[in-house]
């Protein structure tokens, strides 16, 4: 074979691609979002709350015009309010994206979802079929909608669903079933949906974080110091993440050099937290 540095170095640029980003007005999303516009991408912001979502949108492109250097114009930038545990809503939306973009998504981003805490014999069952809904047949709807039209069209594309530590280990102190079982199925969803779609050229993985300094989870700690002791006590680094620490990851599984081998993975970012 003759090497050149194009056929041996990975390429992580996204230009002319379209990304959806659930989770569209999240902590994660903000960072991601700007990330791949940077990286030439075109973004589609979802979420339920459609003005927080159009105020993330504004902000990614504001942040764009006076941050990235480029001698192309920047990608287009929209915003979309969908509730993903509605399968006629995340159809009915994916469509219009593609058609308000004038192109068809091949890269998705699932990073919705939400935790709650209550001792499993106490878990309400509306509760818990509420988390199960938007976290794991969530997962799969956006996953579901985001494939059907490069199926038709003979494109491929790249499904990044947002796991968790959480579905391979039992969180401490805090209990959390619900959410547990939610990201072992997304993990597993996502092994499952990898090997179907192989023969169409999607590949689809999983990014499992561990604990994420998102304004959320700031929210969450703040004034409970012995929460946050107990997190980190149990990290090898002995620190949280900060959400510009997932970036790689996801330019990685996001690239169709760097990661076409790549496919049904469940990438751990955690610190280490799952060695101990």
Known sequence: MNYSIDNVLPNFRLDGRLAILTGG????????????????????????????????????????????????PLGKVSAWACNIGDAESVE???????????????????????????????YP?????????????????????????????????SIILIGSMSGTI???PQPQALYNMSKAGVIHLARSLACEW???????????????????????????????DAWESKIPMKRMAEPKEFVGSILYLAS??????TTGHNLVVDGGYECW
């Open 92 to 122: 009915t939306t994916f469509a219009q994206i593609n058609e308000d973009h004038g192109k068809i998504a091949d890269l998705l981003i699932n990073t919705a979802g939400y935790c709650e805490n209550y001792p499993a014999e106490e």
């Open 256 to 261: 169709d050099t760097a990661s076409s081998y």
């Open 170 to 172: 039992v969180n401490d």
């Open 25 to 72: 007005s999240g902590g994660l999303a903000s960072v991601i979002s700007r990330a791949l516009l940077a990286q030439g991408a075109e973004v589609a912001l979802v979420d339920m709350n459609l003005e927080r979502t159009v105020a993330a949108a504004r902000e990614v492109v504001l942040w764009g015009e006076e941050t990235v250097k480029s001698e192309t």
């Open 198 to 228: 192989a023969k169409y050229n999607i590949r689809v993985n999983t990014l499992s974080p561990g604990y994420i300094l998102t304004p959320l989870t700031r929210n969450v700690i703040s004034g409970h110091t012995e929460m946050k």
């Open 125 to 157: 069952a509306l509760n818990a079929e509420g988390i199960m809904k938007v976290n794991g047949l969530g997962a799969f709807y956006v996953s579901q909608s985001f494939a059907r039209p490069l199926i038709a069209n003979n494109k491929p594309g």
